[in-house]
């Protein structure tokens, strides 16, 4: 039996993370879930969007399933995602995004995942007044860092028998700290020659990337850079809806897919559960619950290609539980 950490957010969360957690059930694995709430309803309680035994659980179980957590724009407290990230130094953001059968896209040969630096760039919080009309950001990257997220795509790349890793960056413009990230992945490259090593400016990367997106394989860049990108990644293979994406340190992992807590949909079992489940498949892998995985995956393919049961962002007319119970139903 897995102790796994669940976290079901708020917004769309506690929706989807239902329909996860029962279709997860249905395929007759093992999890005890430790439920941890975080993220608003918190604060007004506990006084901290991401209180202390949200970190201790992971702690414990090492894994985690999350879904999302809103945060209020300008309202002065910390991303509960990104502390989530730098509190268990989950420095590695893996977003793959490869087209699924039954899903219609300008492409269909989109196959490729986007690692993303996740924990420093301007996301390490460090900004000041000047004064009212001045305020800055300071975007921090080091070398530690850096060396270590490039050599975890590389190996990735390797691991997944992939080909090529381009380096995403504006080297050009910051040259000091893009300059150092760049640098650290041409050093780190040359320790894996099996592996094409490309650098692309990222501002080329979104333009080539809606026109011929298959020609990208792995890619690595700066946390900024990554959080744009791998949206723009999930648009190429049916939106936000279908992306997923997990967070990787040396020992914890949170599984959580790109898209937020979606507030415009809110509560009216519109919300398509296929990223969170990708999510928990990848989860599955990760635990070795690889039997569990397959078949999850089988069924969600088979409903998302039988196209009869659909959600309206894959522009079917179901509900979140109508396709939760189809996935169920294609169960083998
Ligand atoms: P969002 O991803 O929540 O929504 C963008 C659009 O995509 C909306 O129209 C929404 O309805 C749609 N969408 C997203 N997920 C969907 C799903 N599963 N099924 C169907 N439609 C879906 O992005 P937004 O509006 O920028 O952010 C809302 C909140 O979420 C913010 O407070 C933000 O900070 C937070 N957020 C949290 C994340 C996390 O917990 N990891 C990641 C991204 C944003």
Known sequence: MHKI???????????????????????????????????????EKEGDPLPKRVIDSIKKNKVALKAPVTTPIGKGFRSVNVR???????????????????????????????VRENTEDVYAGIEEKINDDTMHSIKLITRGASNRIVEYAFEY?????????????KANICKLTDGLFLDCAREVAKKYPEIEFREILVDALCMQLVQN?????VLVMPN????????????????????????????YAVFEPV???????????????????????????HINEKEAARKIENALFKTIKEGKVLTQDLNGNSSTTQFRDEIIKNLE
């Open 5 to 43: 950490t669940l976290i079901k957010g708020d917004g769309i969360g506690p929706e989807i993370s239902d329909a996860v957690v029962k279709i997860i059930e249905a395929s007759k694995v093992d999890i005890e879930w430790d439920e941890q709430t975080a993220g608003l309803d918190v604060i």
């Open 84 to 114: 989530l990230r730098k509190e268990l130094d989950l420095y590695a953001n893996v977003r793959p995004a490869k087209n699924i059968d039954g899903i219609k896209t300008p492409f269909n040969n989109v196959d490729l995942v986007v």
């Open 157 to 169: 790349a390797k691991k997944m028998g992939r080909k090529t890793l381009h380096c995403a960056t």
């Open 213 to 217: 997106p298959n020609k990208f394989d």
């Open 224 to 251: 900024l850079y990554g959080d744009i990108v791998s949206d723009l990644a999930a648009g190429l293979i049916g939106g936000l809806g279908v992306a997923q994406g997990a967070n990787i340190g040396r020992d």
């Open 259 to 285: 898209h937020g807590s979606a507030p415009d949909i809110k509560g009216r079992n519109l919300a398509n559960p296929t990223a969170l489940t990708l999510c928990a498949i990848q989860m599955l892998n």
